[in-house]
């Protein structure tokens, strides 16, 4: 009995050892799965407006501004957009994912759709919720 408590101890005390020192990349790549607010990639993505898509200097622009926004809360149901939204497609992993940004004069609403989920949260940003910024861009 004694020996299998022994020998169990030791698996454990292994196991702990390895799942504590885990490298960087590994903890950032599992946790970034369940980011909510996800820093976006250029390249992969697609900002529209009203249906016309931005060129790729204000694209790169409003992406910048979206991955520099602080988290402020999550809502528990989307709130309503009075106003004409800002479109961003991108792909992440084998999943499209679509967010609608309104922007606000004291904040910035997300509202995030992958897969069949939609999840909504407010950010800041003092760069996208001005808004003329985005609607003085050039549309391609």
Do not use: C
Not at 76 to 90: A, K, R
Not at 104 to 115: E, I, L, M, T
């Amino acid at each position: 009995m004694t020996t299998w408590f022994i020998v169990m101890l030791v698996l454990f005390g292994g196991l702990k050892i390895v799942v504590s020192s885990l490298p960087t990349s590994v903890v950032e790549s599992f946790v970034s799965r369940f980011e909510l607010h996800p820093q976006l990639n250029g390249e992969a993505v697609t900002v529209t407006i009203d249906g016309n898509r931005l060129a790729d200097e204000d694209k790169l622009q409003i992406i910048d501004y979206f991955n520099e926004a602080i988290f402020l809360e999550k809502y528990y149901f989307p709130p309503e957009g009075s106003e004409t939204p800002l479109i961003i497609d991108t792909k992440r992993g084998k999943n499209d994912v679509r967010f609608w940004v309104y922007s606000y004069n004291d904040h910035v609403d997300v509202v995030k759709q992958y897969k069949r989920k939609v999840v909504a949260y407010s950010l800041r940003s003092k760069s996208l919720q001005n808004h003329s910024m985005l609607v003085m861009g050039e549309v391609v």
